[in-house]
């Protein structure tokens, strides 16, 4: 070590400081140092450029919104997000109301799949909405822009086969949402990653719907889970990601393809797990995407969690 560096961490032992902020001033005052110093993996205000447009997905306040849903929104804003996505289209409609007096922002949401699959024999209760069509009418009257497939049971989806009929019905209700000035999407869990006949259901997704039709929302958490590093999956859904779903996992977890395997502990909020959420959140730009929207399935202190990973985005 030499004599400047010696005198530098000498100063540091009798004047702490953050490492960051040493960096910053290091970088300041051009001392131009070789130290060998692991930066957090954090971000700021300037890495990220969504935090203007952050949003948050509603299932992550399921039971909180059945109690108090004008409290819960109002939290939701407190903590500094700017967008909400509801996880059904009749969800959205009742709480439009608040959504508009706390002045957030809504431009998608979750709808039931079964309009899509129109397997209602699986579903406990009969579409709220007449058809497709309607609930596509009701959507762009409550001014949304994207409607997202966001989950399907597993009887309906045992063998590639399904997947290629469902990437045919996305397609076809992705030309109805194209001609109403809208964009279908389709949000990802871990099931869809599992080996099939030498390819998997995501893959033929991908390759059997039209990339103006079907957009992705990737759930970084989920591809994650299934042994898909986010990045890799960002490459492979280059121009086809609109949107990214962002969560935590924590260090341990085991990989699986079934979602209702997983333990509740590792929902993470942001920061507080093992995914590198800034390099994510940085390279997501160049892939496409338009929205980075937090989700935390579940969560002991769930009002908590929120500022935890607001103050994570927000470096």
Not at 15 to 41: C, H, Q
Not at 46 to 69: A, E, M
Not at 123 to 140: C, G, I, M, T, V
Not at 168 to 177: S, V, Y
């Amino acid at each position: 070590m030499n004599s400047r560096n010696h005198l530098l961490l000498l100063f540091m032992h009798k004047n702490p400081i953050s490492r960051r902020d040493f960096v910053k001033g290091a970088a300041i005052t051009g001392l131009g140092l070789s130290l060998n110093i692991s930066l957090p993996s954090c971000m700021t205000q300037t890495d990220n450029p969504y935090l203007g447009n952050i949003g948050l997905q509603l299932w992550t306040l399921r039971n909180q919104l059945k109690v108090d849903p004008k409290a819960s929104l109002q939290k939701v804003k407190e903590a500094g997000y700017v967008q909400v996505e509801p996880t059904r289209l009749n969800e959205c409609m009742d709480l439009l109301p608040y959504i508009k007096d706390f002045g957030l922002k809504l431009e998608s949401t979750h709808f039931n799949w079964a309009y899509i699959t129109e397997r209602w024999d699986l579903q406990d209760n009969p579409p709220l909405f007449k058809s497709f069509d309607h609930l596509l009418e009701l959507a762009h009257k409550a001014g949304l822009n994207s409607l997202i497939f966001g989950y399907w049971k597993p009887e309906e989806r045992s063998k590639l086969d399904d997947y290629k009929k469902l990437a045919d019905q996305l397609n076809a209700a992705g030309e109805k949402c194209k001609n109403a000035g809208m964009q279908l999407g389709y949000h990802n869990h871990s099931f869809e990653f599992e080996p099939m006949d030498s390819s998997t259901g995501f893959d033929t997704l991908i390759e059997r719907t039209e990339a103006d039709l079907l957009k992705f929302e990737l759930d970084v958490f989920w591809s994650s889970i299934a042994g898909i590093p986010p990045l890799e999956m960002m490459k492979k859904l280059d121009g086809r990601m609109t949107w990214l779903h962002l969560k935590d996992k924590l260090q341990g977890t085991q990989d699986v393809y079934d979602n209702g395997k997983v333990p509740e502990k590792a929902f993470q909020p942001l920061g507080k797990g093992v995914l590198d959420l800034a390099s994510i959140i940085k390279a997501a730009p160049g892939f496409g995407v338009k929205n980075c929207i937090v989700e935390q399935d579940h969560s002991p202190e769930i009002f908590n969690d929120l500022n935890v990973s607001m103050n994570y985005l927000k470096g």
